[in-house]
């Protein structure tokens, strides 16, 4: 506690006007300060300090390292792991830089922009960049983490159309990371996370996307070994314009589906078409012959309007539990698994969803960006969720269990953005053989790992 209490007296006396927007425990708005996405997640940081800008970036860390505190950076909140806030340590608040600015084809973006801000801008014209399927979640660690989501198998994961990122170092140097400067800084922010700076500012390509078509179809979850099987052929083959994500899930009891299938458990597959009304008839046709869909419900719609459709349902606060993997094949031994666990689904929130990295996404090799696993075919996340607190052990049985019984199908690794604390070990086995080339480049940017409040790439040790 007098740890705490001393930095906030610090802040007074070290970070002049800044120290305005810094607030510490006992200071009005703490609690909503420090609160996260996650609710399982309950950090108290000593400081949070809400920064404008890069200079602003640069005096918190400055502060942050002269005081010996452990440093967490905050873009949108929503890590299941609860990454952007830390007990006892400084917290950056990127949530006031989040301007965003659309030019012809590119779309620039503040490093605590939300992808809500972002794909309203970039709607506007009629373009998108590739981002995940909650637009309230944050640029910057998706981005950081890789980014999957609707428009993957169309125009790749999101770090494929990042073109460039202003980032203030560990030592408050500010630069800027592309293909021409500082290119190994620039590999390894696509798909490492926020291991090696604060991102400020990230330049995307944005792509000719406005009306897709889009929605559900939902079979019985009796019928997962069918639609499964269907799935693993179907995604990897279709045209780049189809999208897909398989779910096990329970249907929510909204106005947007029949009454009566309201709570039934289902599977599911989420699609997106980028293309015409008559293409996406066209290239779905085979779905109507899998099994007895109990619903079919592919419209037109705005890009960014679906963007924030599951908004509602994924709302700050929820109890979050997360397990994840990436997979190669979804064998018939795996179907049988997920029925199993499917069928458990312990709440209505909680689900697993299987994305699709097919199509565009595997135009880029392996070593080509941090993003190791680019030969996978799936990225696969268990994710157990209620609004109450007292499910909490449920969710994470259930997750775990899921988890346990259906990892040894997968290729090893998961995707960063669907992982909690798992360990090192997980860590490595993620990056795989990109891990050394990472840790290389942490030890050049980041040599005393003052970011490591992260998925951790721990700084390569000198030679000799
Ligand atoms: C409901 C829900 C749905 C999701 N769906 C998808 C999906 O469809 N596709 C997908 O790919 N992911 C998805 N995610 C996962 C999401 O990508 C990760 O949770 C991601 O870490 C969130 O980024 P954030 O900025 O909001 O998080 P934060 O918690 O703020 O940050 C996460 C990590 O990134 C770092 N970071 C964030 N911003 C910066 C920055 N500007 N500079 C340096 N480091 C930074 C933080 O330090 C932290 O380590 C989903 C998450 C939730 C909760």
Not at 191 to 214: D, E, I, K, Q, Y
Not at 288 to 294: F, I, M, R
Not at 376 to 392: L, R, S, T
Not at 405 to 430: L, P
């Amino acid at each position: 506690m007098r740890a705490t209490t001393s930095l906030s007296d610090a802040a007074q006396r070290d970070l002049g006007g800044l120290a305005e927007r810094a607030v510490g425990p006992g200071d009005p708005g703490y609690d909503e300060a420090r609160a996260v996405h996650n609710g399982m997640i309950d950090r108290h940081p000593a400081l949070i300090v809400r920064c404008t800008s890069a200079d602003e970036v640069a005096r918190t860390i400055a502060f942050a390292r002269a005081h010996d505190a452990p440093l967490a950076v905050r873009g949108g909140g929503h890590n299941g792991g609860g990454l952007g806030v830390v007990d006892d340590g400084v917290v950056i608040d990127l949530s006031g830089l989040d301007e965003v600015v659309v030019g012809p084809d590119v779309v620039r973006a503040g490093g605590g922009a939300t992808w809500a801000q972002v794909d309203r801008a970039t709607g506007e014209h009629g373009r998108a960049t590739p981002a995940g399927i909650i637009s309230t979640t944050g640029v910057g660690g998706l981005t950081l983490g890789g980014g999957l989501g609707h428009l993957t198998r169309r125009y790749g994961l999101t770090i494929d159309s990042l073109v460039g990122a202003d980032v203030v170092l560990a030592d408050g140097t500010q630069v800027h990371a592309s293909a021409d400067e500082h290119a190994d800084l620039f590999w390894a922010l696509r798909g490492g996370g926020g291991n090696f700076g604060v991102v400020t500012s990230f330049t995307f390509r944005c792509h000719p996307v406005s009306t897709v078509l889009a929605g559900p179809t939902f079979w019985p979850i009796e019928q997962t070994p069918e639609v499964m099987r269907f799935f693993r052929e179907f995604i990897t083959a279709a045209p780049r314009a189809v999208n897909g994500f398989f779910a096990l899930m329970t249907v929510p009891p909204v106005d947007l589906f029949p009454p009566e299938l309201h709570l039934r458990k289902v599977a599911a597959i989420m699609w997106c078409v980028v293309g015409s009304e008559e293409e996406a008839s066209r290239y779905l046709a085979p779905v109507h012959d899998v099994g007895t869909p109990l619903l079919h419900g592919v419209g037109a719609v705005p890009h960014a309007a679906l963007q924030s459709l599951f908004d509602g349902l994924y709302t700050p606060g929820l109890q979050c539990y997360w397990r994840a993997d990436f997979v190669n094949e979804i064998t018939d031994e795996a179907i049988e698994k997920h029925l199993e666990w499917g069928q458990k689904l312990p709440t209505m929130h909680s689900t697993m969803h299987m994305y699709a990295i097919s199509g565009a996404a595997h135009d880029v090799g392996p070593a080509d960006t941090a993003f190791s696993y680019r030969d996978a075919n799936f990225a696969e996340v268990i994710f157990g969720v209620d609004p109450d607190p007292a499910n909490a052990d449920t969710l994470r049985d259930w997750c775990i269990g899921y988890y346990d019984d259906t990892h040894e199908y997968s290729a090893g690794g998961a995707y960063v953005n669907f992982m909690m604390e798992e360990g090192q070990e997980r860590v490595r086995a993620t990056y795989r053989g990109n891990y050394d080339r990472l840790a290389r480049i942490k030890a050049q940017y980041d040599p005393n790992n003052v970011f490591r409040i992260n998925q951790n790439i721990q700084p390569a040790k000198a030679a000799g």
